[in-house]
Structure formats: structure tokens, C-alpha cells
């Protein structure tokens, strides 16, 4: 978001419900869970384009919001939403809100796209959502926001389900916590740490928003 308002957009974010945990520095934002409320309140700002993340959850809410304002919208997704095999989504789909159709919504004229991690193209392309509406998008990094070439200190930072079409030789992937024992007692190789910066820079957010913002056009 802080891009996007360097670049001139004048934003506008809605929250269905209070954070778990509050950033200290965020972004003024509304909370409204009301269907009606947000409506009135979108028609009321007149916004060019509704933006959401996750194919599941609010898509289903977003796309009323689109049509009540006649107004497109785009998806960031997430690894995991993605997935799942095409019986596991349809049975995922139906726990969350039956009778919606989510490739139906995401292949509507009012979508402008969705932005997924590369490997996850095929997967919406098999579900039948339509090629052109899949943008491929790395995960997106603030570079100069924590760029820092000083020494390392003892903290260690967990990616989680990063895999190797991420990492490459820039980090180091495990499968059981034992493998690290040695690894992490040991500095990390200078050139581990350059390959760390190199990457950080790919997925440097100034690079990655035009993916998005072209899809606004």
C-alpha cells in the first residue's frame, strides 16, 4: 500500500473485522463488516478499482461489491489457497459458502486479473479459469526498507513454506528442524548473503507493482 501511495494512488482500505495484532505503524483503515455498509461507503468514495487477497474468504463479498458499483477488481492469492487438488477446492468451497461459483467470479469481465506465484498458474488454468486472467508474481519484498549489509547478529528468521523456486542457493531448506543444529551455530557464507541481497532485489516491490497496476488500466 505504501507503493501504491508513493505512485499517487489515494487509497482507501476496509477491514471486515479488528486485527489479531495491530501493527504499531499502519495505515488508516475502516472497519466495517456490514455487506450494506460497505457499499454505501464505497459508493460514497467512488473508487476506480477494488483490490482483495485470497481467491477464498471476501471474493464472494468483493465481487457484490463490484457489481453494485459497476466497478472491476483484481486478486492478490496466496500459496495456500491454490493448493489443493480440483475435488479438494470444490469441497473447500462448499465448507466456506455453497452455491458460489468462484471460477465463474474470477472469469467475469469485472476481474482484471489475479496475481499468483508462478507455480500456481497451471492450477487455476486446469480449474478453468481463463490464462489471460493469471498474472505470474513473485513474492514481493520492501529492499530498502531492510537493506542492511552490516554484520549479522544471532537472530534467525523462519520462512516457513518457502521452497526452491524462491530460495535457491540463497537460504537453506530443511525438512526436519535437526538438520539445522549445525547449520545455524556456524556464520552464514558470504556468499549465501549476496545471493540473499540478489534475490531480495528481484523481488523488490518497486520491480513486482506493475504487474499489478497494469491490470488497473
Known sequence: MNTLIKQGYDVKIIALRKPDCQAKNHLPYQIISDEKEIIEYAKEYQP??????WIFYQLPLVYRVSKALDVG?????HSFDVLWKKSSIKQKIRRFIKNVNFIKIINDPLCKGVLVFPFAKKILVDLGIKAE????????????KFHDES????????MGAAIQDYIGDAGIIYSDIEELKDIITKPVSQQMRQKGFELAR????RKQIHLLTNLWK
Request: hydrophobic share 35%.
Open 48 to 53: 476506480d478499482i477494488i483490490h482483495t487477497h
Open 151 to 158: 554484520d549479522n547478529g544471532t537472530d534467525i528468521l523462519n
Open 133 to 144: 486472467k493469471v498474472i505470474e508474481s513473485f513474492p514481493v519484498v520492501d529492499f530498502e
Open 202 to 205: 528481484k523481488y523488490d516491490i
Open 73 to 77: 477488481f483484481t486478486i492478490r492469492s
